[in-house]
């Protein structure tokens, strides 16, 4: 039941002031109502108004300055011709005609007006002869397709592409070769296997691998449009905006760093989002600025197995330096040798690397790199990661992609920068795989099995 309360007047503290406030209060609220549902009813109207006046990448001033150029305020760029910019070129040549001074028309004759008669008549004739037919350009459907991909047009995005333009945009076989050498750091770990944090370790590796490869995308669209090798990328082709771009890095690195740093444990999280840091803000600038970008590049590659390690174990021990020195090591005659063959390309985007502004040292750091390799090999037992076994099945191919990396220090041609580049394609995998093969067992594995 409700009971009514009699409040003393004497105890209580006089109400005037508050009864006063409150009704200025209640005034300004009831004032401000018409406004917020003016303001929602306004929110609903843009959201039901064309999809091409919605807020896109333009709406975002850093976003827009990596696309548009500015000059004294005034936008430099600009896609579609407008027609009002032609009326106005043509308003400006009559006001200069009307400077010029006007020559009177010349009356003809009347011998010339006959003669000029009988030409038309003539020619009137001939072009109604019925036996001639008129000469007409007739457009094929193949000259009118071409002239049609060369004009600029809106692409409309399907459902059923995004992921496909989500594979292309995240590099998917550089993601899941990310992952692979994760997942060999984390089986290499001398700790028992735990299938959860190995899922979570690959899963939050690969999504942080696709936020930073499609950041750089994103970055370098003005340069990669004039690369032969990545013209035909999501951004470039304009297959989807730059915002979207970057919801679906933010997408992928947020949650991935997240899930790194609590599924597993705060190092790795710190490795995963210290890995978007290099990659987006180091190596992607100094890609134009210096040849040290390969090195970066190389810190960044090398990282993932250390993840895995650290993932397994939850500190840095000198093996997890070790597998990251291997995958440090090898991508410089991965790299050095791909890039050999694409210096037009790289040269042309306008980026700095070795094969084109240091042909020598592009081609000796290549052989410097693949011999420490077997060095790498032989100090892995010796730091009670592998067996001994493990430098000697390891030496033949070993041997091989260094006398492949010789072979190109030798003769820097295309040919041997070939062989390299596929050599490693396969090297690296078969290296990872015979560690594994030849991993010394742990103590307590040992003890239960004697």
């Given at each position: ?125 001939t072009v109604t002869m019925p036996d001639e037919t008129p000469h007409m350009m007739v457009e094929t459907d193949e000259v009118r397709e071409a002239r049609l991909d060369r004009q600029w047009k809106q692409l409309k995005v ?8 989500y594979a292309r945009l995240a590099k998917f076989k550089l993601t899941s070769l990310v992952v692979t050498t994760a997942a060999a750091g ?265």
């Amino acid at each position: 039941m409700w009971r009514k309360v009699k409040i003393n007047s004497l105890t209580s503290p006089p109400t005037h002031s508050t009864g006063l406030f409150g009704v200025s209060v209640k005034q300004k609220l009831v004032g401000c109502a018409p406004q917020c549902k003016q303001t929602a009813r306004s929110l609903v109207l843009l959201h039901r108004r064309h999809p091409s006046h919605w807020m896109t990448y333009q709406h975002l001033n850093f976003l827009k300055r990596q696309y548009v150029s500015k000059n004294l305020g005034e936008l430099q760029q600009r896609a579609v011709p407008k027609q009002a910019a032609a009326i106005a070129d043509m308003d400006e040549n009559d006001g200069d005609e009307r400077q010029v001074q006007r020559i009177p028309t010349i009356k003809p004759t009347a011998e010339k007006l006959s003669s000029t008669t009988e030409v038309a008549r003539e020619t009137s004739r001939t072009v109604t002869m019925p036996d001639e037919t008129p000469h007409m350009m007739v457009e094929t459907d193949e000259v009118r397709e071409a002239r049609l991909d060369r004009q600029w047009k809106q692409l409309k995005v399907e459902t059923a592409d995004l992921p496909d333009i989500y594979a292309r945009l995240a590099k998917f076989k550089l993601t899941s070769l990310v992952v692979t050498t994760a997942a060999a750091g984390y089986a290499m770990a001398p700790v028992p296997f735990d299938p959860a944090i190995f899922l979570a370790t690959c899963l939050g590796t690969g999504l942080a691998s696709c936020a930073a490869n499609s950041i750089n995308q994103y970055f370098e669209v003005p340069f990669d449009s004039n690369m032969n090798r990545t013209k035909n990328r999501p951004l470039v082709r304009g297959q989807i905006s730059p915002l979207h771009a970057v919801a679906f890095a933010l997408a992928c690195g947020v949650p991935g760093v997240a899930l790194l740093a609590c599924a597993v444990n705060p190092l790795t999280g710190f490795l995963g989002g210290l890995n978007i840091f290099l990659y987006t803000c180091c190596y992607t600038p100094l890609k134009r600025l210096t040849i040290a970008n390969t090195w970066a590049g190389a810190v960044v590659g090398a990282i993932p197995p250390v993840m895995g390690w650290t993932a397994a174990t939850g500190s840095l021990d000198p093996g997890a330096l070790l597998l990251g020195g291997f995958l440090y090591c090898w991508q410089f005659p991965h790299f050095n040798a791909l890039s050999w063959n694409l210096r037009e390309d790289y040269s042309r985007g306008g980026y700095r690397m070795m094969s084109v502004t240091h042909p020598a040292m592009c081609r000796r750091v290549a052989l410097r790199h693949s011999a420490a390799l077997g060095g790498l090999a032989a100090a892995a037992p010796a730091l009670g990661m592998t067996t001994w076994t493990f430098p000697l099945v390891s030496l033949p191919i070993n041997a091989y992609i260094t006398l492949l990396a010789f072979q190109f220090y030798w003769k820097g041609d295309r040919a041997s920068a070939r062989k390299l580049f596929f050599c490693s394609l396969w090297h690296l995998p078969m290296l990872l795989l015979l560690a594994l093969t030849c991993k010394k067992p742990r103590d307590d594995d040992a003890a239960s099995a004697s």
